[in-house]
């Protein structure tokens, strides 16, 4: 499990970074804070969802992870609202890009590296 925790938190610290970048986010202290609120967001998420696996079908645990995710982007926007400094965007947009951006991939990903 603390593979996973880790492996997530890497990618997604990457492709939300990368993200950002293209969204046109420059300053460096916007950019740490996205780092930190994924370090902060993304093992909760995570640790729930690899719980749910191990005592649920998929289909339920597909579903749990679907809600946790929206409840992520809401949170995450919230943080992101209180935090970011001279990024204009509309924090609850961005965080919605970032983490829909993020999840699409690792979805993507998931199902190339399962074959």
Same mark, same amino acid.
Do not use: Q
């Given at each position: 499990?603390?593979?996973?925790?880790? &492996?997530?938190?890497?990618? @997604?610290?990457?492709?939300? %970074?990368?993200?950002?970048?293209?969204?046109?986010?420059? #300053?460096?202290? #916007? =950019?740490?804070?996205?780092?930190? &609120? /994924?370090?902060? %967001?993304?093992?909760?998420?995570? +640790?729930? @969802? /690899?719980? @749910?696996?191990? +005592? %649920?079908?998929? =289909?339920?645990? *597909?579903?749990?992870?679907? $809600?946790?995710?929206?409840? /992520?982007?809401?949170?995450?926007?919230?943080?992101? !609202?209180? *935090?970011? !400094? !001279? @990024? !204009? $965007?509309?924090?609850?947009?961005?965080?919605? +890009?970032?983490?829909?951006?993020?999840?699409? &991939?690792?979805?993507?990903?998931? +199902? &190339?590296?399962?074959?």
């Amino acid at each position: 499990m603390v593979g996973s925790l880790v &492996i997530s938190l890497l990618l @997604t610290v990457v492709l939300e %970074t990368i993200l950002a970048l293209l969204i046109n986010v420059r #300053d460096k202290e #916007d =950019l740490s804070e996205i780092v930190w &609120i /994924n370090c902060f %967001t993304n093992p909760i998420i995570v +640790y729930f @969802t /690899n719980i @749910t696996l191990l +005592y %649920t079908n998929d =289909l339920i645990s *597909h579903c749990i992870l679907v $809600i946790l995710e929206i409840i /992520n982007v809401f949170v995450e926007g919230y943080l992101l !609202k209180n *935090h970011l !400094k !001279k @990024t !204009k $965007i509309n924090p609850y947009i961005f965080s919605l +890009y970032l983490n829909g951006f993020s999840f699409v &991939i690792g979805i993507i990903l998931g +199902y &190339i590296l399962e074959f």
